[in-house]
Nanobody, 116 residues
């Protein structure tokens, strides 16, 4: 059974930083690209960043380019999202998923709140 467990969120002031983690199990992690998503209140879930299976290629949604960095550790079945220069509009629940169709069931996500 596929499990995705996100952590690392919290309350941070504008300009602050957080590092999110997503531990995956139930599939061969190193074989799949991974994506971080977020869902803000009242909005649809959106892709934030993606990374290839080996970690050699990444892509980012325009609003987070230069501020967020996605990485992975295939030995730990974990994908990370380092976030710096956080803005109030980054407030959302953050989720990870592997690149597969249809997507796996979502984990519980981790709440990121950027506020002063």
């Amino acid at each position: 059974q596929v499990q995705l467990v996100e952590s690392g969120g919290g309350l941070v002031q504008p300009g602050g930083s957080l590092r999110l983690s997503c531990v995956a199990s139930g599939f061969t992690f190193r074989s799949y690209p991974m994506t971080w998503y977020r869902q803000a209140p009242g909005k649809e879930r959106e892709e934030v960043a993606g990374i290839s299976s080996a970690g050699s290629t990444t892509h980012y949604e325009d609003s987070v380019k230069g501020r967020f960095t996605i990485s992975r550790d295939n030995a730990k079945n974990t994908v990370y999202l380092q976030m710096v220069s956080l803005k109030p509009e980054d407030t959302a629940v953050y989720y990870c998923n592997r690149v597969i169709s249809p997507l796996d069931s979502w984990g519980q996500g981790t709440q990121v709140t950027v506020a002063s």
